[in-house]
Structures are given as structure tokens and as C-alpha cells.
């Protein structure tokens, strides 16, 4: 019998190492079946952020949850981590989920949405669990080969100044060149180039997933990189995933990570006025988010700016703060910020812009109302403080979630960025819950 248990162990850890290595590895694939019911469709436009979705990244990481909660040992101790959290807490989330639904404009989108944002918080108390126990020389070397390969395959499309294609379909590379509608370019050299796509659905997008990787990658270090051959590895990947992030063009996640690395040599020098900078600064860029937008959308403002995508940002925050004003306090639900746009009196730079607004925090605001935008800055500030008192990562990866967030919207309506989230803060948790 003894044997027979130990055996079964071995074999659920084995599983386990294998499904955890292949989600980290193929967290920037973008594999998907994409579903197309009525509310998916605006004036008969498809619309990729209300379609529901299902990701080979979703069937990984629900085995993994599966087989953590089947094995008796580990559910021990997810019942231990999840025993910690306060009743108080879970109460007053659930309340508010539950009003998000009631008065959402579509409930059915709302719910796949915090079905969704479930699955990544259940996902990242795993790893937790999972971390102490799987070997961590298969989570380090399946981000390094993880992030080199997908590096290599934006690099790739520059060049080539369209997608590789092949095989690169099975990752969920996209069709495109420089030729094709609203396709993300930039001017180098006097020529128009292609930004770097790989396999994500906006360069902007890889390039937080990426920096990201690189925030969380220094934890492994010490215990898997010793030798020579793999110090060498390490390098030549990091210079390829740097070139990766410079090929995406992307300024707001690399002026984001410039500021990071900023904050970190501080911690380093001035620990008193780091601490209270990183305190500072969550509230800092709510204000700057919500109070700003009636300069940015001024007409004389806008009469200031001749880049078209400039102008759609400041379209979309202007569309926010009005849905905001007719649904302040709990928001008209989860993902169902798009589904506002064609009601809207404010006429567009074009036709069409079907898209979030670009910043997490008006985005909260709109969807979630101000009840749903002071639960997420308490839970960072909880981050904050407890990152703080043990001295690890997470402080640096929610400042530059919300660094990145103040421009972007990806890290709330992305699948490759949310799972990104969920996996750097499973693995920095470990040692400190379990």
C-alpha cells in the first residue's frame, strides 16, 4: 500500500513538472477556439474581446489546478493558503461581483469575464502551492527558452516585414505585412518598418510580457544558473529578449521599465524614500488617469496632436469618463466597456475604434465603478505592504503593472498578459504562504 501511494505521488508530481513547464513555456501562444454568439457582434462586426475563448493555455492550467486538487497533500495545503485570506474580504468581493452582474449592460459577457479573472487568481494560489514542490530548473528554463523563442520570432517578422507563418500558426501567429489594415508601424531609418508582433495581438502587448519575464527571471538565478554553459545561455538570452522588446517599438513598457530599474537602484541606496515612493504612487496614477482627462480631451488639446493613435487614446478616455458619469458606483460590468461605444454621443477620429480604453485604471472605473476601482488599489496596496515586510519581487511587479497600465489596457483584456500576472506572482509567493 505504502508503495502503491508513494507511486502515485510521483506520478501526479511528474504530471505536474510537465503541465507547469509547458503552461510557462507556451504562455505567449495564443492557440485558441474563438466562439462568435449575437453579443459578440457590434453592428455586425466581429469584436475579438467579447468573443469567449477557450486557450490551449486555459486547458493546461485547469489540468494543473485539477491534479493539485485531487492530490491530498498539496489540497492540504491550498486549503491552508486559501484558509488565510479574510472572510471579510471574500464577502465583500463576492458582493461586488455578484451587483457587477446584476447591472452590467450584457451579464453573460461580465461573467465569462470574471470566470476568467477566477480562473488566473485560482491559477496563481497553485503555482504557490506547486512551486516548493516541482523542480524550479524546469520553470527557469522554460521561461529563458519561452522568451528567447518568441523573442526570436518578432525579430523574425521585422525583417521579414510581414509573419513567418508555417508552423508559427500553431503558436497563434496572426497574417499580416506592412500592407495590412492597422497594422502597428513605426518609422526607422526613413522607412516605414513593421513593429515586432511574435505571437501576441499587439506589440505593445509583448513587450510587457516580456519585460515582465525579465522582472521575475532574478529569482531563480542563484540555484540554476552555476555553471559556465548555463551563465552563457542565460546571457545570450537576454540579449536576444532585449532586442525582442527594442524590435516592438514599444515606448511606454520600456520608459516603464527604465523608470522600474530607477526604483530598484533606489531601493538599493535611499530604502526610506523608495518605500514612500512606491506608496506614493498607485494613488498618484488614479489621479493623473481620472483628473487629466478633462485637459486631454480639450479641443484645443486635441488640435495639438496629429498622430492617429494619440487621438483615439484621448477619444476613448473621453467615452470612458461619460460611461463613468452615468454608472459611478459599481460600473457597467466587466468587459462591457466596448459595448458602450456605439452609444455614445462623442464622434470619433474614424469610423470604428472597437477598443478599450488604454489604462487599467479608467478601464476599473468604467466597468467596475468606484466601489471596483478602491477594492483593486487595496488589494495592491495589501501587495505593497507585504512585499515590502518580507523584502521580495512583487512590489517591482505591481509598479510596473500599473507603470504599464496607466498607457495600456492589456493587462486586464489579454490573455498572454493576464497569465503572465498570474504565473509571476504564483512563483514570488513561494516560501511565504506555504
Known sequence: MARKRTSKISIDFLFQNILLGLLVFLAPSQLSKH????????????????????????????GIVFLCLVNKNLNKVFIKIISKLKSKEGFIVLSIIILNLLF??????????????????????????????????????????????????????????????????????????LSSPAVALTTLLGRETLRAYSTF??????????????????RFVKDNVKSTMSKMLLSIVLIITILGTLFTFSDGAIVSFIILFSLFLLSKTHRVLFKRLVLVIPIALVIFSVFLNPMLNSRRFESLVSRQNIQERIYLNEVAMSTFSKSPLIGVGLNNTILTIPKSKIAPPKLWILQPVHNVFLLLLVETGLVGLLTFLYFVYRLIFYSL??????????????????????????????????????????????
Open 35 to 62: 466562439f462568435w454568439p449575437n453579443f459578440a457582434y457590434i453592428f455586425g462586426i466581429r469584436v475579438d474581446y467579447l468573443s469567449p475563448t477557450i486557450y490551449l493555455t486555459d486547458i493546461i492550467a485547469t
Open 104 to 177: 452590467a449592460i450584457n451579464p453573460v459577457v461580465a461573467l465569462i469575464k470574471w470566470l476568467k479573472v477566477a480562473e488566473f487568481v485560482l491559477l496563481s494560489i497553485v503555482i504557490c502551492v506547486l512551486a516548493n514542490k516541482v523542480n524550479t530548473k524546469i520553470v527557469f528554463y522554460s521561461l529563458v527558452f519561452s522568451i528567447a523563442l518568441f523573442s526570436i520570432i518578432g525579430i523574425a517578422q521585422v525583417f521579414l516585414g510581414s509573419n513567418i507563418g508555417g508552423a508559427m500558426y500553431y503558436l497563434g501567429e496572426r497574417s499580416f505585412n
Open 201 to 218: 495581438s499587439h506589440p505593445n502587448s509583448m513587450a510587457g510580457y516580456l519585460l515582465l519575464v525579465l522582472i521575475i527571471l532574478p
Open 389 to 434: 515586510s518580507k523584502n521580495n519581487t512583487i512590489v517591482f511587479i505591481i509598479m510596473f503593472i500599473l507603470f504599464t497600465g496607466f498607457l495600456d489596457h492589456y493587462w486586464m483584456t489579454l490573455q498572454q498578459n493576464m497569465l503572465v500576472v498570474s504565473i509571476a506572482l504564483g512563483v514570488n509567493f513561494v516560501g511565504e504562504l506555504n
